[in-house]
């Protein structure tokens, strides 16, 4: 079977752009919760045994540059193992804007 360059074309328009983009929160509770806890408070299992940082504590997280966090997402900390392999420094910064500090205190409306 022989494909005409216009159903090619079409062939390859029709991925849907959501599929390249990665569900960072999914990334985050399978790699990250198991020290820093799904609530990113770091009281899970291994992240009271390895000192898991609180990743909710609003006014520590507050007083992160954004740069730091993605470089120690990117190469690691201390026990915490670095996921270079795993992340583009893009999507490290979206973990970092989108997930982290999303995890913070609420206030109620």
């Not at 985050?28 to 299992?45: K, Q, V």
């Not at 120690?72 to 992340?87: C, D, E, I, K």
Request: glycine share 10%; hydrophobic share 45%.
């Amino acid at each position: 079977m022989v494909l005409r360059p216009a159903a090619l074309l079409l062939a390859i328009l029709w991925v849907p752009a959501s599929a390249e983009v990665r569900d960072l929160k999914a990334f985050y509770l399978e790699r990250c919760a198991a020290c820093h806890g799904p609530d990113g408070s770091g009281r899970a299992a291994n992240g009271t045994r390895l000192g898991g940082r609180n990743l909710a504590d609003a006014r520590r997280l507050a007083r992160q540059e954004e740069a730091d966090l993605v470089a120690t997402v990117l190469g690691g900390r201390g026990a915490m193992p670095g996921f270079r392999r795993n992340l583009s420094e893009a999507e490290a910064r979206r973990l970092v804007t989108d997930v982290l500090r999303s995890l913070g205190p609420r206030k109620k409306p």
